[in-house]
């Protein structure tokens, strides 16, 4: 991506409760913060936390070394807020277990509409198929950090 015109992405950014989304976001200077297992678990637990908030119903997500795919659909917040607070918290949870200071997260995200007839646990698989398409695994029994509510 361009990042002199990453303010783009913002432009004309809708979302509507009930909707699925594809979310991506990055982390600040492609650090691959998630390669730690703690960090990429606290990263989890603040997916859990939107989740349990009812802000989204979790479908699937994979946490990259720098990055994450999240598969949600949306519920009772606005996508952009929604990306705000998990960004939030999860930078001030992983920021005090990582003893860092500083922005975690690149400040825009990727988002992807899905449309009804989209088939939603082949979405899921090739969003989870990430790890054996970058090589850092042979199967995905060997990568820890990710989930699908098809399991």
């Given at each position: ?5 990453a ?28 390669q730690?297992?703690?960090?990429a ?10 989740h ?9 997500w ?44 690149q ?14 646990r082949?979405?899921?698989r ?26």
């Amino acid at each position: 991506m361009n990042l002199a015109h990453a303010h783009h992405l913002r432009k004309g950014r809708y979302s509507k409760a009930g909707r699925v989304y594809i979310v991506t976001t990055v982390v600040t200077g492609r650090e691959p913060l998630f390669q730690d297992f703690q960090l990429a678990r606290t990263l989890v637990a603040q997916l859990r936390h939107a989740h349990d908030q009812q802000w989204v119903s979790s479908l699937c997500w994979v946490i990259m070394p720098d990055h994450l795919h999240w598969l949600i659909e949306l519920r009772q917040i606005g996508l952009s807020n929604l990306m705000r607070r998990v960004k939030s918290r999860s930078s001030r949870f992983i920021n005090a277990a990582a003893n860092r200071q500083g922005r975690l997260w690149q400040k825009n995200f990727h988002d992807h509409a899905l449309r009804k007839e989209h088939d939603l646990r082949a979405t899921a698989r090739y969003i989870v198929a990430n790890p054996l398409r970058a090589g850092l695994v042979t199967t995905l029994r060997h990568y820890p950090h990710w989930d699908a509510i098809w399991l």
